[in-house]
């Protein structure tokens, strides 16, 4: 069955670092687009950033461009977000998600993780 | 950006009750990709429909989408005590990606 495991949450100060992994199984990995997608305590869902099946394409929020990067390692099934100058506004639970159709962007999602939360702040 | 528009915020109904959720799009969604998700407290969200129309894997068929160009609607046809909780609509025809703000179904 289909898993997706996210990591690497955690406390960091403003302007500080962090990697999120998200560890994928049950799927091949290497024939799907995957996704970041967040949300802020009590608020809605928020679109963070995409990647395509074999990395050579992606795409990111306005609100992150710059500052995060989504990378993954299709030999260890790893979706990973490198997120750097990180701002109290990043505060939120963040899922990786995977789309459903096997090398055909359609950007929806029929399987999410259990999500990581990353709190930022001094 | 595509900005979605869900209402209404709030939508308090009985078990037994049909839910009609609302989600407008600030221009046209291309190919009609538009999708819902269900959100439980503390849980990840669950695709419901997809396509605007078409049912995800495993969903019952109380729960029915519909519209196209810039008006989509949820339908749940008889509510069942497990529905209630939030629900979002999600454009994907074009970058960035983006979300509705959320209906919350509450018990009545």
């Known amino acids: 069955q289909v898993q997706l495991v996210e990591s690497g949450g955690g406390v960091v100060q403003p302007g500080g670092s962090l990697r999120l992994s998200c560890a994928a199984s049950?799927?091949?990995?290497?024939?799907?687009?995957m996704h970041w997608v967040r949300q802020a305590p009590g608020k809605g869902l928020e679109w963070v950033a995409f990647?395509?099946?074999?990395?050579?394409?992606?795409y990111y929020a306005d609100s992150v461009k710059g500052r995060f990067t989504i990378s993954r390692d299709n030999s260890k099934n790893t979706l990973y977000l490198q997120m750097n100058s990180l701002r109290a506004e990043d505060t939120a639970v963040y899922y990786c998600?995977?789309?459903?159709?096997?090398?055909?962007?359609?950007?929806?999602?029929?399987?999410w993780g259990q999500g990581t939360l990353v709190t930022v702040s001094s | 950006e595509i900005v979605l528009t869900q209402s209404p915020g709030t939508l308090s109904l009985s078990p037994g009750e049909r839910a009609t959720l609302s989600c407008r799009a600030s221009?046209?969604?291309?190919?009609?990709?538009l999708a819902w998700y269900q959100q439980k407290p503390g849980q990840a969200p669950r695709l419901l429909i997809y396509?605007?129309?078409s049912r995800a894997t495993g969903i019952p068929d109380r729960f029915s989408g519909s519209g196209s160009g810039t008006d989509f609607t949820l339908t749940i046809s008889r509510l069942e005590p497990e529905d209630f909780a939030v629900y979002y609509c999600?454009?994907?025809?074009?970058?960035?990606?983006?979300f509705g703000q959320g209906t919350r179904l509450e018990i009545k």
């Open positions: 396509g605007a129309s």
């Open positions: 998600a995977k789309e459903e159709w096997e090398l055909l962007h359609l950007y929806y999602f029929d399987y």
């Open positions: 990647i395509r099946y074999d990395g050579s394409n992606k």
């Open positions: 049950g799927f091949t990995f290497s024939s799907y687009g």
């Open positions: 221009q046209s969604v291309s190919s009609s990709y």
């Open positions: 999600q454009q994907y025809g074009s970058f960035p990606i983006t």
